[in-house]
């Protein structure tokens, strides 16, 4: 460890991370001074060590000179960890519960927010065409970080994880063979276009930016976990003004809409699925 | 005075549980943080088995859930669980640390941030590495450290790693770690 934090500085270290955090916000607008202060000090130690540079505030003097060390930063800050088909039983709630709901409407929009990569999209994408409603949909799959956005476009993974997504798309009662909607290449496999024709990926930042409008069905998976209380109501407020009336919601495993803000403004549909139901009011 | 007490555990973790945990009387002073690295299983059935035998709450962290004495948290399966200085817990899904999700190393470190001198961690018996670069960050900010001494222990790598990284306060058996955490839980220290 390179960092020089122990027992007799530990206060100076929330100090200079507060100001880190400020000065990002002024200097690139991204607003992380919400985000959970056990996340934020992880990350931001973890690239101190990494980086052999001893303090916060060497940090913050780099990071308002150099947009490069800024964007590495953030790198590290987003945890882009994602994979297909994660909670299988998630997507077989979805298949049973939400499927039909969305099967009402003549045409619909998905909102994928923090979508990272896109495996979770393109296992979205899938099941719709599975139940043959891939046509009639549009899908905005969103995230603040660029980098992951272009790997999403592309829709190309690894090779090596896709065993894990084949067992995870089973499970999730995939009705036929995940190998039918991409093609392998060396070591790394590419979704069919078919799939990413519906979907356009954009950069949205949750905290900054504003609502979509008229959305019936939002996904949001694990990208709350990472925020403090008063962020996840200003979140679950933004994500009920872009719904339409009786649109639905899905958080993340551990994610609940219980003991916030938005809990009277919601119908539970699966608690254990964390899947919700705009109310009409 | 003493805070919180966390506790990290892989092969061989229940067992050792079950013969600690139950060593908490009602009204036990402080919180009992607890990984155990139980691969993606559910946290469900050996939460409602060790309830069974524990004089106090055992219950899976929840995010944002306010950490209260007298209570002994599990991190779920397949998120590392991290402590806020504001005294509540956060999830998080960023990848494996020493192959396991939750880490030890990851609760540890983080809790040890927030509770600095005021904390007490624990390493029993595990079959890898986890959790020794946890403890020896307690220790730099002043915690009490003790491992479970690797005879006596089902798995000897963790415990071992720990004795040889952190170089902790005490190496003693599991009987032994239930009544030095009771006495320090209530010392005035
Ligand atoms: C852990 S990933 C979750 C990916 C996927 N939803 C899943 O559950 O597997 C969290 C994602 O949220 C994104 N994110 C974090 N804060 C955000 C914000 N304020 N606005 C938009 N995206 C954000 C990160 O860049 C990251 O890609």
Known sequence: ?281 | MYKAIVIGTSHGGLEALKVILPGFKQGFPLPVIVVLHIGDHNNDPFIAYLNQWCNIPVKEAEINETIEPGIIYFAPPNYHLLINDTFSFTLSIEKKVNFSRPSIDVLFESAAWVYTKSLIGVILTGANSDGANGLLTIKKFGGTTIVQNPCSAIATTMPRAALKLAKPDCRLSLEEIVLKLNELAYSMK
């Open chain 1, 1 to 281: 460890m390179t960092n020089e934090y122990n027992e007799s500085n530990a206060d100076l270290l929330n100090i200079e991370i507060k100001l880190l955090l400020e000065a990002i916000f002024l200097k690139y607008g991204y607003d992380f001074r919400n985000y959970s202060k056990a996340h934020i000090k992880r990350r931001v130690l973890h690239w101190l060590n990494v980086n052999h540079t001893k303090t916060v505030s060497e940090l913050l003097h780099n990071i308002l000179r150099n947009r490069e060390i800024f964007y590495e930063l953030l790198d590290d800050l987003s945890i882009n960890v994602t994979e297909m088909y994660r909670d299988p039983e998630f997507y077989k709630s979805l298949r049973n519960i939400v499927i039909p709901k969305l099967n009402t409407y003549a045409y619909f929009k998905i909102w994928h927010a923090g979508c990272s990569t896109g495996e979770e999209v393109y296992s979205l994408a899938i099941l719709l065409k599975e139940e043959g409603l891939l046509g009639r949909c549009q899908i905005y799959a969103t995230d603040f970080n660029n980098k992951v956005l272009e790997i999403a476009r592309e829709g190309i993974y690894k090779k090596a994880d896709i065993e894990q997504y084949n067992r995870n798309y089973e499970l999730a009662g995939g009705k036929y063979n995940l190998s039918d909607y991409y093609q392998a290449m060396y070591g790394s496999v590419k979704f069919q276009n078919e799939l990413s024709e519906r979907i356009v990926f954009a950069d949205h930042n949750l905290v900054t930016d504003s609502v979509f409008a008229d959305v019936n069905l939002i996904l949001c998976r694990n990208v709350m976990i990472y925020f403090e209380k008063s962020l996840q109501n200003q979140v679950l407020k933004l994500f009920y003004e872009s719904l339409v009336p009786s649109g639905i919601l899905c958080l993340g495993s551990k994610e609940t809409i219980k003991y916030t803000q938005s809990e009277n403004y919601f119908d539970t549909l699966d608690e254990k699925q964390r899947i919700y139901k705009k109310k009409l009011i």
